[in-house]
């Protein structure tokens, strides 16, 4: 009777240990999920802030459409406003893909190759947006002349303060746009450390 009454407590106390190490498992993945997820968080605000001014902006041409009256103009208002609309929607959502990996129901090699995946198009798209955003200076930059001065930059010379200006916003671009692009970089490398903690 002792040995039966033994045996039943070892088979208990095994199964007790067992449900266990199933909710550690359990806790331990949720909160990886919770990080994977927290590492794209602030960047992800970043992303909508700068959704909210491209849709801004993009509202703001819309409106003044018509103080465009030349072909030249109408085109660059046209360019500016496919970039407004369509680089930030895309962006978010290769975020949002990226942002919403599921670590649970996967294996590990299919969550890394579709982490991989989603890490390459949301690295270049961001690189399309920068380098489209150096040509977005170029077309912006007669728009609002247009809109808010009514003038026509493409008749007139510029003065030498106004190259200035435009020089140091092209510079000011440049280091925005690098320092925006490694901290997509290392925000991704961070997550396919935390994604190689689940092997």
Not at 4 to 19: F, G, K, P, Y
């Amino acid at each position: 009777m002792e040995w039966d009454e033994l045996q039943a407590t070892w088979n208990r106390m095994s199964e007790e240990l067992e449900a266990q190490k199933k909710l550690t498992n359990s806790i331990v993945m949720e909160m990886a999920r919770t990080k994977y997820k927290n590492k794209f968080n602030k960047i992800s605000h970043y992303e909508k802030l700068g959704t909210v001014v491209c849709f801004g902006a993009a509202l703001g041409i819309i409106l003044n459409f018509s103080a465009l009256d030349t072909w030249y103009l109408k085109l660059c208002g046209i360019l500016s406003l496919g970039f407004l609309i369509i680089m930030p929607i895309l962006v978010l959502a290769a975020l949002k893909q990226i942002q919403e990996l599921d670590i649970f129901n996967q294996t590990y090699s299919e969550i890394l190759r579709r982490y991989t995946k989603s890490k390459t198009r949301l690295l270049r798209l961001q690189q399309i947006s920068i380098t489209l955003s150096f040509a977005m200076l170029f077309l912006i930059v007669p728009i609002t002349a247009k809109i808010f001065n009514d003038q026509d930059i493409f008749s007139m010379s510029f003065k030498p303060s106004q190259w200035i200006g435009f020089v140091l916003v092209f510079v000011g671009m440049l280091f925005f746009s690098r320092w925006g692009y490694k901290s997509y970089q290392r925000i991704t490398a961070s997550a396919a450390l935390l994604l190689e903690d689940l092997k």
